[in-house]
């Protein structure tokens, strides 16, 4: 499409702009749940979003929306070309397709119940008591079950259609095929690290960290990547999360651990590598493809790349040290910045996920990606997921959880019925990996700009490449124009590689 945009065209875009502004205030309740609502308000705010997005659900099923997309469709049948235009018209007409197959019913259910079931999954997690959580999870796997057989293709697995909700083109296949071969490199790794003569000293992170130092020190970090405290703000809730209301509000969220240093800065670092996606996107594509991120694993390269690739390099710490030895005289008295630097990168097998190393936070992700499929076809029941779980947990990590509170129970995900969820984590940190490459073969040295503090340029060109892009491409479409490749397990191998081979002297 060129030229002046038609009648049609520009209903199309108010349509979904308006669209967009309803479902902003579903999720700027949906934050305010995680943050701030008193626990007995819990049941109105269940009704209030299952409200919201019955209406949401309605306007991206309005029969006009049908009628809008065909008609544009023949209008530019056979003009192709990656424009914005086409980019908008096509994935409009992905997500009217998905949303009329499922029926308004299902989907103010699915909103209503997985409210419900991450309240319960909060007190059943704090009791370690895993037959409190269970209804619930009965619940939500039949509701998603019941999901993916509404909207998925005849003959594919179920799983395949709750993957496509988050991954936009991926299936199961594709994952195994990457998720394989990572693996047999990542268990090898740790075997690898286990057997080195190394040991970074963990007691220096697990030292006192005063809580109230460190919600000075995590938002100092997020500022100095780029990060703009103007157009967001970051609060506390029991899951990290970002959540990009739109333009110029984007709400970050932490957690924090006196002892336990890495969990709020880190995770400050990787829900602001999230959020500078959402701040970077076209102000004024807001509510239309154009004005939205490619999918989860793409937004996941960006925090999985500011958290690790950027947080934790030695470079980041040259800055860095110094501002932290002052912000935690005592815990950082005569520790070295290669101390410090090796101590945040420790490599152990450990229960939880968000905690984990980045060697072995992969081989989480897996263990999940292995229990979600028979779960969703009806192989696995819900019942048999603590003992699974333990049981694969055991044959990837090593461990055995003492409970299922650091065991099955541990993530939000499956109370809040994402499922299909997990595996975009994993392909988050190949594609991470892939654009740093790129990233560093346009700008040269970046460890070195990261010493001096200079963190814009690495933003610029995330921004120019990936987060002003919009849903111009999708993820495999996208990776291929700016880095030449298709999706791989072998740089992020590479990259750990040398990163854990110089920590643990391999
Ligand atoms: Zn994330």
């Known amino acids: 499409m060129s030229g002046p945009h038609s009648p049609a065209y520009l209903e199309l875009v108010e349509h979904l702009q308006q669209t967009a502004l309803l479902g902003s205030c579903a999720h700027l309740l949906g934050w305010d749940e995680q943050t701030y609502l008193p626990p007995k308000g819990g049941e ?12 949401v659900h309605e306007r991206a099923t309005a029969p006009r929306m049908g009628e809008l997309l065909s008609q544009l469709e023949e209008e530019t049948a056979g ?19 998905r949303a009329v197959c499922m029926p308004k019913r299902l989907v103010e259910e699915l909103s209503r119940v997985t409210i419900l079931s991450q309240q319960a999954w909060v007190e059943a997690r704090q009791q370690k008591d895993f037959s409190k959580f269970l209804p619930w999870l009965e619940k939500v796997v039949t509701l998603k079950r019941e999901e993916a057989t509404a909207v998925g293709k005849d003959g594919a697995p179920l799983y395949d259609a709750l993957l496509d909700d988050y991954e936009p083109g991926m299936t199961t296949d594709m994952v195994h095929a990457v998720f394989t071969p990572l693996r047999e490199e990542l268990v090898a790794l740790v075997q690898q690290i286990a057997g ?32 703009d405290f ?4 970051l609060d506390e809730a029991a ?45 004024d594509a807001f509510g239309t493809p154009m004005g939205h991120s490619v999918s989860l694993g793409i937004h996941e390269s960006q925090s999985r790349m500011w958290e690790n690739f950027v947080g934790r390099s030695r470079a980041f710490w040259e800055c860095f040290f110094e501002p932290a030895c002052e912000t935690f005289p005592e815990p950082l008295a005569g520790v070295t ?14 229960f939880i996920r968000v905690e984990a190393d980045e060697v072995t936070y992969n081989l989480h992700i897996m263990l999940r990606f292995e229990l979600e499929q028979p779960l969703i ?65 346009e700008l040269g040295n970046l460890h070195e700009q990261f010493a001096h503090g200079e963190f814009a340029p690495l933003r610029d060109w995330l921004r120019t490449n990936i987060h002003e892009r919009g849903q111009l491409y999708r993820a495999d479409r996208l990776l291929k124009a700016v880095t030449g490749q298709s999706l791989s397990h072998e740089p992020l191998v590479a990259h750990l590689r040398q990163k854990f081979g110089a920590i643990y002297d391999l």
Not at 44 to 55: H, K
Not at 199 to 225: H, K, M, N, V, W
Not at 337 to 350: A, G, H, Q, T
């Open 44 to 55: 109105l705010r269940a009704n209030q979003m299952a409200l919201l997005s019955g209406m």
């Open 79 to 97: 003009a192709g070309g990656e424009t914005p235009e086409a980019a908008n018209l096509r994935e409009a007409r992905r997500s009217y397709d």
């Open 196 to 227: 080195s003569e190394r040991s970074p000293d963990r007691s220096l992170i697990t030292r006192e960290y005063p809580i109230e130092a460190q919600r000075r020190f995590g938002p100092r970090a997020a500022e100095a990547i780029g990060f």
């Open 230 to 233: 103007s157009a967001g703000r």
């Open 239 to 283: 899951h990290p999360f970002c959540s990009g209301i739109g333009p110029g509000d984007c709400r970050l969220t932490t957690r924090y651990d006196a002892h336990f240093f890495p969990q709020a800065l880190f995770g400050t670092l990787h829900e602001a590598g999230h959020g500078l996606y959402e701040q970077g996107l076209q102000r």
């Open 337 to 350: 910045l290669d101390d410090f630097y090796r101590s945040v990168n420790i490599v152990e097998p450990s």
């Open 377 to 441: 076809s009806g192989d696995l029941r819900a019942a048999d997921v603590p003992a699974v779980w333990n049981e694969t947990f055991k044959k990837y990590i090593g461990l055995t959880p003492p409970d299922d509170a650091l065991g099955c129970m541990q993530d939000v995900h499956w109370s809040g019925g994402l499922i299909g969820y997990f595996p975009t984590y994993a392909l988050g940190n190949m594609y991470a990996a892939q654009f740093y490459n790129a990233a560093e073969a």
